[in-house]
């Protein structure tokens, strides 16, 4: 569904209020009836093993009920109103079904398979796609309400089609993942990284994906490459730092320069507006407005003096603060925390780094909270978790093996 069907399937109004772009609600009915089906053996396995998001996970889903009711009494407005600003958040219960049903290496190889084949895909057709717009040739379903391409962007004869970028930069990571789990998957992971990475790059043009894409590729290599020849890896490394170091200014002002001038000064303007909105909400931010009468406090006025509204989905991670409040800062704290001791108690540290290091590249300037992206944030805190789970087992198989040769 994230997919939207490769975008294949004509738009129709029912249809985009289940399932869009910024609509998840056919999706978590999918995912509460999967928690709901599997109740009973997710609550033993729970109790049995280690869950390791469990407390930052539940404390979220509590600070958004609460805050629900809190945004009702607030504003004035009904129950359900709260809700549908708010009900995405829900989406991350996944993650209780993953890390407690999908305990088998196979099985979760197999997902991550289907993840890239899915990526893959779709990222081939999209480019085709955008090839063929040049010749006024659509088999895709491209208006507004389905991919939104924008015309006035232009990167080598291609058109910009960013929408897909989030489900493309996490089948991405995934690949990445799978390369360094299993080796032997290196060449036929090979295509759809390269036709991942192409997308990414010429057709979605999505500045902050492609950093962190690239980011994680060249870390890699190098973790390939070290496994090889170390004193390549040590030069390499010291080569990538320069150029990269030196590349800094540049890429800094493709942020604030340029075409997307005014998309930079939109959202500072739009950081100063909602902090200073919930310096007077501290404990827990703006919460859920969802009226006629909220909609500056929501958008600002922007759009009658440039053409633009303030989104909070354009400040990233801090969308999630100015929500949230005090709140907010102490989820992302906990979050923050539980990846730091997984990371500190995983055996394999450097592959643990490409997921961990996804989360806090991309909440730069776009945030795994958004409607839009909340539903790969339980793929990618399991993924985290399967990482340390293998890491533990292969570490007593081989405690085993030595005390048997003794």
Not at 162 to 181: N, Q, R, W
Not at 260 to 284: D, G, H, P, W
């Given at each position: 569904?994230?997919?939207?069907?490769?975008?294949?399937?004509?738009?129709?109004?029912?249809?985009?209020?289940?399932?869009?772009?910024?609509?998840?609600?056919?999706?978590?009915?999918?995912?509460?009836?999967?928690?709901i089906?599997?109740?009973?053996?997710?609550?033993?396995?729970?109790?049995?093993?280690?869950v390791?998001?469990?407390?930052?996970?539940?404390?979220?889903?509590?600070?958004?009920?609460?805050?629900?009711?809190?945004?009702?009494?607030?504003?004035?407005?009904?129950?359900?109103?709260?809700?549908?600003?708010?009900?995405?958040?829900?989406?991350?219960?996944?993650?209780?079904?993953?890390?407690?049903?999908?305990?088998?290496?196979?099985?979760?190889?197999?997902?991550?398979?289907?993840?890239?084949t899915?990526?893959?895909?779709?990222?081939?057709?999209?480019?085709?796609?955008?090839l063929?717009?040049?010749?006024?040739?659509?088999?895709?379903?491209?208006?507004?309400?389905?991919?939104?391409?924008?015309?006035?962007?232009?990167?080598?004869?291609?058109?910009?089609?960013?929408?897909?970028?989030?489900?493309?930069?996490?089948g991405?990571?995934?690949?990445?993942?799978y390369?360094?789990?299993?080796?032997k998957?290196?060449?036929?992971?090979?295509?759809?990284?390269?036709?991942?990475?192409?997308?990414?790059?010429?057709?979605?043009?999505?500045?902050?994906?492609?950093?962190?894409?690239?980011?994680?590729?060249?870390?890699?290599?190098?973790?390939?490459?070290?496994?090889?020849?170390?004193?390549?890896?040590?030069?390499?490394?010291?080569?990538?730092?320069?150029?990269?170091?030196?590349?800094?200014?540049?890429?800094f002002?493709?942020?604030?320069?340029?075409?997307?001038?005014?998309?930079?000064?939109?959202?500072?303007?739009?950081?100063?507006?909602?902090?200073?909105?919930?310096?007077?909400?501290k404990?827990?931010?703006?919460?859920?407005?969802?009226?006629?009468?909220?909609?500056?406090?929501?958008?600002?006025?922007?759009?009658?003096?440039?053409?633009?509204?303030?989104?909070?989905?354009?400040?990233?991670?801090?969308?999630?603060?100015?929500?949230?409040?005090?709140?907010?800062?102490?989820?992302?704290?906990?979050f923050?925390?539980?990846?730091?001791?997984?990371?500190?108690?995983?055996?394999?540290?450097?592959?643990?780094?490409?997921p961990i290091?996804?989360?806090?590249?991309?909440?730069?300037?776009?945030?795994?909270?958004?409607?839009?992206?909340?539903?790969?944030?339980?793929?990618?805190?399991?993924?985290?978790?399967?990482?340390?789970?293998?890491?533990?087992?292969?570490?007593?198989?081989?405690?085993?093996?030595?005390?048997s040769?003794?």
């Amino acid at each position: 569904m994230q997919t939207n069907f490769f975008s294949l399937q004509p738009s129709w109004e029912f249809g985009r209020l289940l399932n869009s772009y910024t609509s998840k609600y056919l999706s978590l009915i999918i995912v509460i009836s999967i928690i709901i089906i599997n109740l009973s053996s997710i609550t033993k396995n729970i109790l049995k093993r280690r869950v390791t998001f469990f407390i930052p996970i539940a404390f979220l889903l509590i600070s958004n009920l609460c805050i629900e009711f809190w945004s009702s009494i607030s504003y004035q407005q009904s129950f359900f109103s709260s809700f549908t600003a708010s009900y995405y958040y829900y989406l991350i219960i996944l993650y209780y079904y993953l890390v407690t049903l999908i305990t088998d290496k196979s099985e979760t190889l197999r997902m991550f398979t289907f993840i890239i084949t899915l990526s893959g895909i779709y990222s081939f057709l999209l480019i085709l796609q955008d090839l063929l717009l040049n010749k006024e040739i659509e088999f895709m379903n491209i208006g507004d309400t389905g991919l939104g391409v924008e015309v006035g962007n232009n990167l080598l004869g291609f058109l910009r089609i960013k929408a897909p970028s989030d489900f493309i930069a996490f089948g991405t990571m995934v690949i990445i993942v799978y390369m360094l789990i299993d080796s032997k998957k290196t060449k036929q992971n090979l295509i759809p990284l390269t036709i991942n990475t192409v997308y990414l790059v010429v057709v979605s043009q999505t500045r902050m994906y492609i950093i962190t894409i690239l980011i994680l590729e060249i870390f890699m290599v190098l973790y390939k490459v070290n496994k090889i020849n170390k004193v390549f890896t040590v030069v390499f490394m010291y080569i990538v730092g320069f150029f990269g170091i030196a590349m800094i200014p540049k890429i800094f002002s493709t942020f604030i320069n340029g075409e997307r001038k005014t998309s930079y000064t939109v959202r500072i303007e739009a950081i100063n507006f909602y902090f200073n909105e919930i310096s007077l909400r501290k404990i827990v931010g703006i919460g859920f407005p969802n009226t006629f009468s909220t909609e500056y406090l929501l958008h600002g006025g922007m759009l009658n003096i440039l053409g633009y509204q303030y989104y909070l989905d354009d400040i990233g991670i801090l969308g999630f603060i100015v929500t949230f409040g005090v709140v907010g800062y102490i989820i992302l704290g906990i979050f923050i925390i539980q990846l730091i001791r997984e990371f500190m108690r995983t055996p394999n540290k450097l592959v643990s780094l490409v997921p961990i290091s996804y989360i806090l590249l991309t909440s730069i300037s776009l945030s795994l909270v958004n409607v839009q992206r909340i539903i790969y944030l339980p793929f990618i805190l399991f993924i985290i978790s399967f990482i340390r789970n293998e890491g533990d087992k292969h570490g007593k198989e081989r405690n085993n093996n030595y005390y048997s040769n003794l």
